[in-house]
Each structure stands twice: as structure tokens, then as C-alpha cells.
């Protein structure tokens, strides 16, 4: 009888291990701490104001005095970052990630960084055109950055709900992505931004 004994023996074909970012390329520390730090910080700023927006309650101006210091943070932190990410060379993708896919990561981020930047400068400008202060703490306030008028208000606080929303949408997207990397691709990618060590 004729055995197919050569194909029998033959090791089973796999597709090949996607190429690995290398060992030790990892952003500096100083970005990777931001990094968490920050989405900790955005999260929160973006249950926080759809929190306190549906409620009619007393908590509104509670939630308020939290959201605008908060936000404010978030931008100093968002400009020292953009200080690292200029002055430190993040590690390049894998070889292998298909261009489409590299171009997404880098157009994605770099909305990310101009939404970090713009959320709390649109809340800002908000405040100030409604005549509201934007106070940090008990004494404290910073000074406004457009002059009062209502219909510019009205435009900022539709622009503000707007974008916060598709932050979100992104931010989600973002970390399917890393995800994705983490338990997919397994690339060494989430590595980069989430491993200990001083590096
Ligand atoms: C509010 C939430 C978040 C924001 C605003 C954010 C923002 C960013 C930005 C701007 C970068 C690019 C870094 C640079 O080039 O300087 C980045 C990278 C990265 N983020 Fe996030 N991130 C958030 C949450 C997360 C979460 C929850 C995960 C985990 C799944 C994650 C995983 C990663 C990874 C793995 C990278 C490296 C990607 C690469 O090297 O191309 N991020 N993030
Ligand atoms: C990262 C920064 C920020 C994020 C992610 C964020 C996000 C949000 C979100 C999601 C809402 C709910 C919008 C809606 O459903 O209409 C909101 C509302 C609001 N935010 Fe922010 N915000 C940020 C910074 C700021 C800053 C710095 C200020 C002021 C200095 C501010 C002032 C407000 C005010 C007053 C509202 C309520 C508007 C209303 O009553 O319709 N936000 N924010």
C-alpha cells in the first residue's frame, strides 16, 4: 500500500511568531509613568463630567470643583509629556505590523495628545466665556482666557460634551489595540509602555 510517509512525518506548519519589539526598547520612565498616571487621571475626568452633567442634584457643584483642578493637572501633565515624547525617541513597532496598521497607532496617538491638550483648554475658554471662575482651591483662581459672551459659551460647552465623547470612543480603541498586543500579538509593544525598571 502506498503511505503518504513523507507527509506524515512532517512537523505541523504554524504561521510565524509575529516580530517582537526588542528586548529592553521601551519608552523612558518618565513617559511610562505619565503614561498610567494620566490614563488614570482621563478616566476619571471623563466619568466625572458625564457624571456630574446628568445630575440635578447638589453633587453638581461638588463634582465641578473636582473636574476643573482636575483637568487643569491634566494639562500641565500633558505638556510635560509632550516636553519627554519630544526630547526621547519612542521604540519603533515590530517590523512586521502591517503600514495600515502602524499609520492608525501614530495618527491615533497623535490625536490622543491633541485631545489631552485641547479638552481642558476648551473647559477653560468655557468658563471663562460663560464669566465663571476657574477655580483650582479655596483662594485660588485662574485668570479667564476669552472674554465673556454667551454665544461663544454656548459653542465651547456643545464642543467640550462633544469631544469628551470622542476621546472616549478613542481611548477605548486604543486600549483594544494594546490589548490586542498584550494577549494577541504578544509583540513585546504593551511591554514597552508597561514594564517596571528604570530603563
Ligand atoms: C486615558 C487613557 C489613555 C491615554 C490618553 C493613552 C495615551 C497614549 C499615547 C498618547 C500613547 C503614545 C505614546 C507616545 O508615543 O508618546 C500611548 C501608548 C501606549 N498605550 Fe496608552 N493611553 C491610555 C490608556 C492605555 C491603556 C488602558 C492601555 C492598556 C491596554 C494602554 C496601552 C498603551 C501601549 C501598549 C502603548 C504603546 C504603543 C506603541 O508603542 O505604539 N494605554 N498611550
Ligand atoms: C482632560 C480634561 C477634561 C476632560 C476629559 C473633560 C471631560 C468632560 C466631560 C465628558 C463632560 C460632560 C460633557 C457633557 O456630557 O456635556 C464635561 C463637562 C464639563 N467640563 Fe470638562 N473635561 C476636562 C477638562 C475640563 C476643565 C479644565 C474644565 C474647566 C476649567 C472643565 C469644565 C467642565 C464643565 C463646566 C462641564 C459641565 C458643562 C455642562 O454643565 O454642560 N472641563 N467635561
Not at 481642558?120 to 465663571?132: R, T
Not at 485660588?140 to 459672551?149: N, Q, R, S, V, W
Amino acid at each position: 500500500m502506498n503511505t503518504p510517509n513523507n507527509v506524515s512525518r512532517q512537523a505541523p506548519v504554524s504561521p510565524p511568531a509575529p516580530a517582537r519589539r526588542l528586548e529592553g526598547e521601551r519608552f523612558v520612565l518618565p513617559a511610562r509613568i505619565l503614561h498610567w498616571l494620566m490614563a488614570i487621571l482621563i478616566l476619571a475626568m471623563l466619568y466625572v463630567g458625564a457624571g456630574m452633567v446628568s445630575t440635578v442634584s447638589a453633587r453638581y457643584p461638588e463634582l465641578l470643583a473636582w473636574h476643573r483642578p482636575l483637568g487643569i493637572a491634566v494639562l500641565i501633565l500633558a505638556l510635560i509629556r509632550l516636553g519627554v515624547r519630544v526630547t526621547h525617541r519612542p521604540p519603533p513597532l515590530p517590523s512586521d505590523l502591517h503600514p495600515v496598521q502602524a499609520a492608525g497607532a501614530k495618527a491615533s496617538h497623535y490625536l490622543l495628545y491633541a485631545l489631552m491638550i485641547a479638552m481642558p483648554l476648551i473647559g477653560w475658554a468655557m468658563q471663562s466665556a460663560g464669566g465663571y471662575p476657574v477655580i483650582m482651591w479655596k483662594g485660588f483662581e485662574l485668570p479667564p482666557i476669552l472674554p465673556h459672551d454667551i454665544v461663544v459659551y454656548g459653542q465651547l460647552r456643545r464642543a467640550h460634551g462633544l469631544l469628551g465623547y470622542a476621546f472616549f470612543l478613542l481611548i477605548l480603541g486604543h486600549m483594544a489595540a494594546g490589548l490586542m498586543h498584550a494577549w494577541v500579538r504578544r509583540d513585546g509593544v504593551f511591554e514597552s509602555m508597561a514594564g517596571g525598571g528604570d530603563s
